[in-house]
């Protein structure tokens, strides 16, 4: 019997913020997400250690470009001479040319920065990547994966669920629950940065995600949690109290909208933690800093995104 292994990848130096997980079937694996190239070692650590060797990975998934899920996957698979990428359409197009993502990211964060955060990124040879249609099933030793197009969070995301184990790896179209917040309980919040954050469709994806029947949600940020219709409903409320704010954003002037937004999205987080029983403290907020700052930029992104086109 194969196991899954969550792989926690210290993105930014921090811990049981950002994971990858391994699967196993007699000393063949699967990768799903890879966090950064700063991440690679410690998943080719982690296949040593559980007997895989590098020429039996046999596919890399990432559920979509975003840097902190899919910015190691061209060092991966440079180590890993046998294996191929799995990849939604839009996904694989910027993993086979990342230049547009590299300058968008270090026009964000800076040269220093993006090399800090993210390390290098090459391109991937065509030849070694597959797209994976929306509903598509793959047969892996004995597992079934679905891929699930799950747009919402952004537009080329997918979830992959295995019928065998029945979880279901949800990137970021289940939320973030970061394990040191929670006092040994769990509390998820949704997710909303920059650039194509659309809320029917977030809420589309998480019926999506509960109508597979999984018991379990791989979350890349952060581990698997069961209570999948519970964390659902959560999740629901918290994207229905950002709708709001967005509401009223055409009230707001427009240098004072992204502070307006992030005093909401800390409101939001604090009702969802009330709702668990949960105390954060001021460490917690300074970890959820910036969680908040890039939800506001992603709504208030979307909000007049949407206006530019009235």
Known sequence: MGKVITVDTDYANMPQVASAYLLEEEGYGVVVETNTTHAIPKILKLMDS??????NLEY???????????????????????????????????LIDPSLLIKSATSVYGKENFD???????PIPKGKVRVMEDGEWLSWRGHS??????????????????????????????????PHLENGKRFIFPTTTPTDFDFVEAVH???????????????????????????????????????????????????ERLPFMESKVKEMIQI???????????????????????????LVYAFEKKQSKV
Not at 62 to 68: E, F, I, M, N, P
Not at 74 to 91: D, F, I, Q, S, Y
Not at 116 to 122: A, D, F, H, V
Not at 225 to 239: P, T
Request: aromatic fraction near 8%.
């Open 50 to 55: 559980e007997g895989i060797k590098p020429e």
């Open 60 to 94: 890399v998934i990432v559920t979509h470009v975003h840097l902190d899920h899919a910015g190691g996957a061209w060092a991966l698979l440079e180590a890993c001479p046998n294996a191929t990428l799995l990849a939604h359409p839009k996904t694989a197009k910027h």
């Open 116 to 122: 800090s955060l993210y390390g290098e990124i090459k």
């Open 145 to 178: 994966l679905q891929f699930i197009y799950t747009k919402g969070h952004a537009n080329h995301h997918f979830c992959i669920y295995d019928k065998k184990t029945n979880g279901i790896y949800t990137g970021d179209s289940f939320g973030i629950s970061y």
């Open 205 to 255: 994806s998480l019926d999506l995600i509960l109508n597979t029947g999984s018991e379990l949600a791989y979350l890349t940020h952060f581990g698997p949690i069961g209570d999948l219709k519970k964390n659902a409903e959560d999740l629901k409320l918290g994207l229905t109290l950002c709708l709001e704010a967005v509401q009223i954003l055409d009230t707001i002037p427009k240098e």
């Open 272 to 298: 969802l933690a009330n709702k668990n029983s949960i105390i954060l403290t001021e460490s917690d907020w300074k970890l959820l800093h910036l969680d908040v700052n890039l939800n506001a930029q992603g």
